[in-house]
């Protein structure tokens, strides 16, 4: 991925940003995400990064989730809602109960940037998932950026 600002569809129901110290890595949005989305295959997904440490969200992440709840409101909408999973995962630096702590943490920030953006914390169901599942397999105690993430998951009836 290059290095140029903005938000990159990495796959066909994924939306990533990368933010990290303060910086970004990633490349300009490749395809719109929306349309992305009406493929089918699975919940539509979204992916943010944290920096090092953090569950606080960046200015670059914010409007994902803005992207996420619109995409819910849609979903809605249309009356083809289920829920949506908030999943936060952690690099391997530092002890297994403190990564899964702030996991839950960056997934919790999520939450409440999606109740900000007026969708029902009823239908919101957090995880943290700590070291588990990382992004990019690595050695116990490597900071690696792509492992500290959350995913949006909006599910459908069925999902």
């Given at each position: 991925?290059?290095?140029?600002?903005?938000?990159?569809?990495?796959?066909?129901?994924?939306?990533?940003?990368?933010?990290?110290?303060?910086?970004?890595?990633?490349?300009?949005?490749?395809?719109?995400?929306?349309?992305?989305?009406?493929?089918?295959?699975?919940?539509?997904?979204?992916?943010?990064?944290?920096?090092?440490?953090?569950?606080?969200l960046s200015s670059v992440a914010r409007p994902v989730v803005s992207d996420a709840a619109n995409a819910i409101r849609q979903t809605v909408a249309k009356g083809d809602f289920s829920h949506v999973k908030v999943i936060g995962y952690a690099d391997t630096v530092g002890s297994t109960e403190g990564q899964d702590r702030l996991s839950v943490r960056r997934a919790d920030a999520v939450r409440d940037e999606l109740v900000r953006e007026g969708i029902e914390a009823s239908v919101i169901k957090i995880e943290g998932r700590g070291k588990l599942e990382p992004e990019v397999l690595t050695s116990d105690q490597v900071n690696n950026p792509r492992n500290r993430r959350v995913r949006i998951v909006i599910f459908r009836p069925g999902d």
């Open positions: 991925m290059g290095a140029c600002g903005g938000a990159n569809v990495v796959s066909r129901r994924s939306v990533v940003v990368f933010a990290t110290l303060g910086g970004l890595l990633g490349a300009a949005a490749a395809t719109d995400a929306r349309a992305q989305g009406k493929s089918s295959g699975g919940p539509e997904q979204y992916v943010l990064y944290f920096d090092f440490a953090s569950a606080k």
